[in-house]
């Protein structure tokens, strides 16, 4: 079986199974794929459709076909040489509901539950209503309110024997030991008496196992139908609708190990950790050897059969120890190669999912192959983006929409509001944590929590990445900078008092390592701040930066997106240069891509908004006149006009951005299935920005207006056809970007991951618009039609060129691999009138050698064109200088002859906008020489 060469990223839900992905497997196969990087298949909740809600790790979800539909498609894998790569979630499980088997037990048994160390529990809060406890803050309205509205139901499950209340989906359970608290109220003698037996299992250490026997006792004694008839007449009794039943029900369930609570109480109260905020996913304790193993069971068991050839980590920020993780991990991955079936690769991959950060790197050290590429993205993104346009679309944005066209003024905006409102609850905890610290020495118990407030606040507000990665050790060399980057902007903020704190915050952070403690008590206590802290930094990130400062800051939304450094607006090509070369000497397997089921836009969107970087005077101009021909469809509300400048701003940037090429808006039906699409993300983008609307108060008032003008902007003809008429304008640029992308992500180190459907142009916005259904009939019919690059270029509108562009360059990296995997890397500088326009550099291995050459900034280069194709007289004088010799078109049949003074990129660029040649120097090098023998 072949090495990881190219993945496609597919998405698993019940509408498209392991069975649907068995029947594609040949298509992909002649594309060039190699691995299937599939989303999570282990058994998520019902209806799932990404599968980062797990339920039960320990086997592959039923809705997508089961182990038994998996085995098919791993052997149809087999069968044309390719493989699976499998995404897991060891960071969390869904929780709420009544799914989750480990959740259950913990409801029901509290810490005495061997489940109990599983998920991040504190249960010694300082909280005495939860004290033992966890909150359950899974209601609708305030737990008094639905107390006593008769909403919570209790119930009895005949199968297991015991109780639980209902709440919608909700199955909050018993614990066996109370169940006398149920019993003594029947007027059922033998029922009656099994309430003894019940309360006896409360002395008993044995209590988990022993309740068996008594759950057979209460099943026998409930097959007499006088039994069942009185145990509703006593479940009646805790009807909550009824003041007495409510009474009844209140005591039992202050009983148990939860508190019921409203959802609101989430963000203030919450004792356990969460998924960012999201309360229905629970963190999990995976750095528990117990939990690791259970987790893990059925990966590292697929992995050893040869089904599975690569992991790929979700959220390996959010645990406990990343590194220590990952390298245990990795041994258990390594242990397994042996073992594995010959066919199947001795390797097996290892990737995390990583945000990195402005000057970030991914650790050398901690035994993984790379992350999944999202840092690629922002790379591409980042030289495609004219400079020029940076300073007007600033301006337009502060402008027109009265924001802070700094990017990372928004930034530091949103962490101080996610810090006291949607995460509050995990900021206490973190300084409680900090503040026990305190209290294990003399020198610092007078250190308030107050003080430590503050001083953390200021210290997160200013984290320039998701999370450091200190340990017993101390903290890393390599995360100084970004700690005294943090440091260097709180202390700007703070009095010299709470500046003193903050010194102190730096010494317990890993600034000293634990270890060096003389007292085991206060090493522990650091141990367990400094993972307060990094697990809390990582989902202020997330929340600050993607999902809020993203939909709020729009300069332009191209360089807002998940791994994006929006705080620059371009890049250097010199800086592309230099992420590539480190990635060849550092990760040359990490994956590589430029779109993921994360973006908030996809791949050609970013391309096509890139190109109007490029005029960003003329786009100003178009706001103004379409703000004036707009007026009449905005509406005055009582606290403003809606939509707002800024969000009006961001709908034309989404509608530049997502109008396809073949849209026609005097096609009705087409134009109505945009605009849906376009109100679905609308609304998100509303909430997700938190100013007008918000997903925990959504202000309906507001988002019906905005979505009552997004209609109106396409309904009314002279305000859509202007913009349509812009849109257009944004077509070849925005193609030849496209192009140039994927170029770049197939023939740079790493290894190129081809996200669904992206063979074609990708005009998909946030999800779940970004996980609709492929169609892979059109694609398939595509890829049978064999037409080359060139042959497609005509008809660009399609997407087939793209697609075309794609198997050749797939095919190139089946028949070059080691060229691929292990070539390395070098720039090359162009030379003339359009220099800048020009991407280019080499790679080379055992006397092979390619070259590409991939333009940028090609506006201005395609006003007279017709196609994405840049007519050769527009580079002028512009030249390369490769190795002097024979080259062979990759992408055409072209065999072109470079001089010691070097070639044209009208000569390289002559057939198509992107180009990729080879040379074998390892023979003559004559223009005989054909392709086949070359490689």
Not at 536 to 544: F, Y
Request: proline residues 6%; negative net charge; charged residues 25%.
């Amino acid at each position: 079986m072949n090495e990881i060469r190219a993945t496609v990223r597919l998405q698993f839900h019940r509408g498209f199974t392991l069975e649907d992905a068995e029947r594609w497997v040949d298509y992909y196969a002649a594309l060039g794929i190699s691995h299937i990087y599939a989303s999570p298949l282990q058994a998520s909740r019902a209806g799932s459709s990404h599968g980062y809600d797990g339920i039960d790790p320990t086997r592959i979800d039923p809705e997508l076909g089961g182990e038994a539909a998996l085995e098919r498609l791993v052997s149809r894998l087999r069968s044309r040489g390719m493989g699976l790569i499998l995404d897991i979630v060891p960071n969390h499980l869904a929780v709420g509901g009544s799914q989750n088997p480990w959740w259950q037990d913990v409801l029901a048994w509290g810490s005495d539950s061997p489940y109990a160390e599983f998920f991040d529990i504190d249960w010694r809060s300082d909280d005495p209503s939860l004290a033992g406890k966890l909150l359950v803050p899974f209601l609708g309205e305030a737990y008094a309110d639905i107390l006593h509205s008769g909403q919570l139901a209790l119930c009895y499950d005949a199968e297991t024997a015991g109780f639980h209340v209902a709440y919608h989906e909700h199955r909050f359970p018993i614990d066996p030991r109370h169940n006398g608290d149920i019993l003594r109220f029947t007027e059922h003698n033998v029922l009656y008496e099994q309430a003894a037996f019940f309360d006896a299992l409360q002395q008993r250490d044995d209590a988990y196992t022993a309740v068996g026997d008594t759950r057979v006792q209460l099943r026998k004694a409930m097959e007499s139908p006088d039994a069942r008839q009185a145990l509703d007449t006593t479940m009646a009794l805790f009807d909550g609708g009824d003041p007495n039943g409510a009474i009844r029900l209140h005591a039992l369930l202050e009983r148990q190990h939860y508190r019921l609570a409203w959802w609101r109480t989430a963000s203030d109260e919450i004792n356990w950790r969460r998924f960012f905020d999201v309360t229905e996913l629970g963190g999990v304790r995976v750095e528990v050897p117990e939990v690791f193993e259970a987790v893990h069971a059925l990966p590292l068991r697929l992995v050893e059969a040869g089904w599975v050839d690569g992991l790929r980590v979700d959220h390996v920020d959010g645990l406990a120890d990343p590194r220590g993780y990952c390298l245990h991990l990795r041994q258990r991955l390594d242990e397994l190669e042996t073992k594995r079936p010959a066919d199947a690769p001795r390797h097996v991959a290892l990737y995390v999912e990583k945000i990195l950060g402005d000057n970030e790197t991914l650790h050398s050290d901690w035994g993984v192959d790379g992350t999944s590429g999202y840092e690629f993205m922002n790379e591409v993104s980042g030289i495609q983006h004219d400079p020029a346009g940076a300073a007007p679309l600033r301006r337009l944005w502060g402008e027109v929409s009265g924001r802070d066209p700094d990017f990372l003024a928004e930034v530091r905006l949103a962490r101080r509001e996610i810090l006291t409102s949607l995460l509050a609850s995990e900021f206490t905890a973190c300084a409680r944590a900090l503040h026990t610290v305190a209290r294990a020495r003399l020198a610092s118990r007078d250190v308030t929590l107050a003080a430590i407030r503050r001083a953390l606040q200021a210290l997160i507000v200013h984290f320039p990445i998701y999370r450091s990665y200190a340990d017993d050790g101390g903290r890393p060399d390599t995360d100084a900078p970004f700690f005294a980057h943090a440091m260097r902007g709180a202390k700007k903020e703070l009095s010299p008092p709470d500046a003193a704190v903050l010194e102190d915050l730096d010494a317990w952070l890993g600034g000293e390592a634990p270890r060096d403690c003389a007292d085991d008590e206060e090493r522990r206590l650091r141990q367990r701040a400094i993972v307060r802290f990094q697990q809390l930094t990582s989902p202020i990130a997330a929340k600050a930066v993607e999902d809020t400062a993203g939909y709020r800051s729009a300069v332009l939304i191209s360089r807002n997106d998940v791994g994006f450094d929006g705080e620059h607006f371009h890049h250097t090509v010199d800086q592309f240069h230099a992420a590539n070369a480190w990635r060849a000497g550092h990760f040359p397997q990490a994956m590589v891509t430029t779109a993921t089921h994360d973006h908030k836009r996809g791949e050609d969107i970013r391309a096509r908004l890139a190109a109007l970087s490029e005029h960003a005077k003329t786009f100003a101009g178009q706001v103004e006149r379409w703000r004036r021909m707009a007026a009449p469809l905005r509406r005055s509300l009582p606290d403003g006009i809606a939509p707002s400048p800024g969000d009006e701003l961001i709908l034309y940037q989404i509608l530049l951005g997502a109008w396809p090429p073949t849209l026609d808006p005097q096609h009705s039906d087409d134009m109505q299935a945009f605009t849906q699409r376009l109100v679905q993300w609308q609304q998100k983008a509303l909430r997700e920005a938190k100013l007008r609307s918000h997903w925990l108060w959504p202000d309906e008032a507001y988002e019906s207006a905005c979505r009552a003008f997004l209609k109106g902007l396409l309904t009314t003809p002279p305000l859509r056809d202007s913009i349509a008429e812009a849109a257009r304008a944004l077509d070849l640029p925005g193609a030849v970007n496209g192009l140039a992308q994927t170029t770049l992500r197939l023939t740079v180190p790493g290894v190129p991951d081809l996200y669904q459907g992206g063979e074609f142009w990708d005009y998909s916005l946030v999800d779940p618009d970004n996980r609709r259904p492929v169609d892979h009939g059109a694609r398939q019919a595509a890829l049978n039609e064999a037409l080359t690059p060139a042959a497609a270029l005509p008809s660009w509108r399609d997407g087939r060129v793209k697609q075309a562009l794609i198997f050749r360059l797939l095919a190139l990296r089946q028949r070059c691999p080691r060229l691929f995997a292990h070539g390395d890397y070098r720039p090359l500088t162009a030379t003339g009138a359009k220099a800048d326009r020009v991407v280019a550099f080499t790679r080379r291995y055992a006397g092979y050698q390619m070259l590409v050459v991939v333009p940028r900034l090609t506006a201005e280069l395609l006003d007279e064109a017709e196609h994405p194709h840049i007519s050769p007289q527009q580079w002028g004088d512009t030249r390369l200088q490769p190795q002097a010799g024979f080259w062979q078109g990759a992408l055409t049949d072209t065999t072109l002859e470079v001089g010691d003074e070097g070639i044209s990129i009208a000569t390289l660029l002559a057939e198509l906008p992107v180009g990729v040649f080879l040379r074998d120097d390892t023979a003559d090098n004559a223009p005989t020489r054909s392709r086949a023998d070359m490689l």
